[in-house]
């Protein structure tokens, strides 16, 4: 069973960056399409990055886009979000997920994530 583990987050000043850092354990990701979503105080869940289980491709929604890059190590147990710039309007809890191939294609498909980490807080505030 593939169990996700999130690591990384914390308090940081408006203007630094973290990354998050995701390991798989009992199975590597090769065929799992990986993603980040955030969950900021009073909104939804949504879907951040994605990777693509075939080539690696990635997504981003655009309000991220050039601020967050997700990518994965060569053994392909472990997903990372690095994010830089954070602002106080980034502050949220942060899952990764692992889902069917199809989770990532040309955007994220939240619905085939079915695998999901605990969860870890970031904090942006001075």
């Known amino acids: 069973q593939l169990q996700l583990v999130e690591s990384g987050g914390g308090l940081v000043q408006p203007g630094g960056s973290l990354r998050l850092s995701c390991a798989a354990s009992?199975?590597?990701?090769?065929?799992?399409?990986t993603g980040w979503f955030r969950q900021a105080p009073g909104k939804e869940r949504e879907g951040v990055s994605c990777?693509?289980?075939?080539?690696?491709?990635?997504y981003d929604i655009d309000s991220v886009k050039g601020r967050f890059t997700i990518s994965r190590d060569n053994a392909k147990t472990t997903v990372y979000l690095q994010m830089n710039s954070l602002q106080p309007q980034h502050t949220a809890i942060f899952y990764c997920?692992?889902?069917?191939?199809?989770?990532?294609?040309?955007?994220?498909?939240?619905?085939?994530?079915?695998?999901w980490g605990q969860g870890t807080q970031v904090t942006v505030s001075s």
């Open positions: 990777m693509s289980s075939s080539d690696g491709s990635t």
């Open positions: 997920a692992a889902g069917l191939p199809l989770a990532c294609i040309a955007t994220i498909h939240s619905n085939h994530f079915d695998s």
């Open positions: 009992g199975i590597t990701l090769d065929w799992y399409a």
